[in-house]
């Protein structure tokens, strides 16, 4: 609950005291120690703290290992979480083999249909896109893609994941009605399933957006960006940092239109919304900040 909340010192307090009277009960060879390491490694990785999250994944792994055996599911979740890390870290092969060894795993134990194996196809797509290997990712976001659909249905969360994040990589490779195509699939199932009002149906407005203005199809992206800021604003308040966002975005959109006071205000908005958020010397602040003088 505290981890949800985003209070992760008391999530952290909580599940010290768990791993404690795990070791006390169950000695430190135990499963519930693991998910005890396991879980304080999930608190210090939302934290941005890698290296003790990286040392939490690794003792809750080799125990696992001892206890559990190479082929239990549990030893194939600590090698995808330590890869989550790697990945965090930029160490992308070292996240690759991690990602590789669960997957191997997922798929002697559930077989080649199951929702945690189209999980493991994801990740490891997410490691060679950002390698810039992007004809491997392709193949793993469609392979994910391919199960979600087979086993999950069309309307699954999973399958937005998927059509996202193909349209990602088209987008990176600039072949942007491809990826257009798959974005608009992704607001489809979201508009039908979340309905309109939804943080995730304003965030497809915007990588939809996003995809116009590097068309240079200006009007286009004016009118996505400004459909995710009503959404955003709705949802939230004026000053939370996706507004900020958004709204520094539309000054970006502006300035290509040469429509430079709309878009200074624009940026002026973004920079009081960013100085609430993050303070005066942050970078995002200064970035919104400069923009809006020029």
Known sequence: MYQAQGDYDEALLQYQKSLEINLRVWGSEHPDVATSYNNIGTVYKAQGKYQEALLQ??????INLRVLGSEHLNVATSYNNVGNVYKEQGKHDEALLQYQKSLEIMLRVLGSKHPHVAASYNNIGSVYQKQGKYEEALLQYQKSLEIQLRVLGSEHPDVVVSYNNIGSVYGAQGKYDEALLQHQKSLEIQLWVLGSEHPHVAASYNNIGGLYKAQNKHEEALLQCQKSLEIFIRMYCHVHLVVALTKHNI????TDMGKKEEAKDMFTQAAAARHTTFGADHALTIESERL???
């Not at 994944?57 to 080799?62: D, G, I, T, W």
């Open 292 to 294: 809006a003088v020029e």
């Open 251 to 254: 000054g970006l959109t502006l």
């Open 57 to 62: 994944y690794q003792k809750s792994l080799e």
